[in-house]
C-alpha cells in the first residue's frame, strides 16, 4: 500500500456518538496533519504532529482530540460534535519541518453530524 | 501576513487547449516554497507541482508547468493540452519559515471545468 490512506471515508454520526478517523501514511515521513475543508471555506489547518509530538493546535475545540501514536498514525477522536462540524477531513503527511517540503494528503472522510 | 490569492473562482477550457490559473502571493520570507494541487470531487488533494523561491527555472511537471514571476509574486499554474480528466478545484499553496515551519497557507482555489 502507497501514499497516505484514512479511513472511514465516509462517517454520519449524531452529536452524542463517539467516533474516530483514523489516517495512515506509507511514505516514511515525520510530520503529520490534520485539515478541515468546508463548504466554500479555504482548508484549516487543525493539528500538527512531528516526530509524534504535537507541534501546531490552531485553536481546535476540545470535542475533536488528535492522537499519534507512532510516525507513521494519526487519529482524531471525536465526541459531541456539532452540526457545523460537518466537513472533509484531509490528512496530510510531510518528510520534516523544513518548512518548504511538499505534503501529501490522504483521500478524507467526509463527516456529517447529523 | 502571509496570504495566497486565487482571483478566479471558476475556468472552462475546451478539450486539448491550454490553460492558465492564476495565483498571487504575499509573504516577507525570504525563503519560501509555492505549491499546486488538484482537488477531484472525490476529495483527495494530489500534489502536483512545486517552486522553490530560490529556483531560478520555472518548475515543470508533464503537461503542468508553473510561471513563476517573483517581482510580481506570482505563481500561475500552466495546463497544457487540457483533458477532459483535469476538470477538478485547483489550489495554489506556500509554506515559509514565518508561517510557523509547518503550517501551509492555501488560497480558495480555481474550478476548472474542461468542455468536450
Known sequence: ETGVTQTPRHLVMGMTNKKSLKCEQHLGHNAMYWYKQSAKKPLELMFVYNFKEQTENNSVPSRFSPECPNSSHLFLHLHTLQPEDSALYLCASSQDRSGIDTQYFGPGTRLTVL | ?116
Do not use: H
Open chain 2, 1 to 116: 501576513a502571509q496570504k495566497i490569492t486565487q482571483t478566479q473562482p471558476g475556468m472552462f477550457v475546451q478539450e486539448k487547449e491550454a490553460v492558465t490559473l492564476d495565483c498571487t502571493y504575499d509573504t516577507s520570507d525570504q525563503s519560501y516554497g509555492l505549491f499546486w494541487y488538484k482537488q477531484p470531487s472525490s476529495g483527495e488533494m494530489i500534489f502536483l507541482i512545486y517552486q522553490g523561491s530560490y529556483d531560478e527555472q520555472n518548475a515543470t511537471e508533464g503537461r503542468y508547468s508553473l510561471n513563476f514571476q517573483k517581482a510580481r509574486k506570482s505563481a500561475n499554474l500552466v495546463i497544457s493540452a487540457s483533458q477532459l480528466g483535469d476538470s477538478a478545484m485547483y489550489f495554489c499553496a506556500m509554506r515559509g519559515v514565518s508561517t510557523g515551519g509547518f503550517k501551509t497557507i492555501f488560497g480558495a482555489g480555481t474550478r476548472l471545468f474542461v468542455k468536450a
